[in-house]
């Protein structure tokens, strides 16, 4: 059973800084592509950034310039680094992987941005 463990959620003041973590049970490199999500409770899940296991990455326009995804495949940890954190992305972000027809969901990890 495939299992992503996320770190690094946190209270952070606007303008702030945090780096989302998300490690695999497995190697990275069984997954077509993996992501981060965000939700806040009651609303729809909306894709943050992406990276397929080239290298290739995808973002939501309002965090292009200012969100990066990475990977470390020896640790088999994908990483989302958050910088001039608003308001607005404040949410329950998730990290998410897609092997084949299967999808792998963490527990998800709290993010607060205080204004």
């Known amino acids: 059973q495939v299992q992503l463990v996320e770190s690094g959620g946190g209270l952070v003041q606007a303008g702030g800084s945090l780096r989302l973590s998300c490690t695999a049970s497995t190697s990275l490199f069984n997954f077509n592509y993996m992501a981060w999500t965000r939700q806040i409770p009651g609303n729809q899940r909306d894709l943050v950034a992406s990276i397929t296991s080239g290298g290739d990455t995808n973002y939501a326009d309002s965090v292009k310039g200012r969100f990066t995804i990475s990977r470390d495949n020896g640790k088999k940890t994908v990483y989302l680094q958050m910088n001039s954190l608003k308001p607005d992305d404040t949410a329950v972000y998730s990290c998410?992987?897609?092997?084949?027809?299967?999808?792998?969901w963490g527990q998800g990890t709290q993010v607060i941005v205080s204004s």
């Open positions: 998410t992987a897609v092997m084949g027809k299967n999808v792998y």
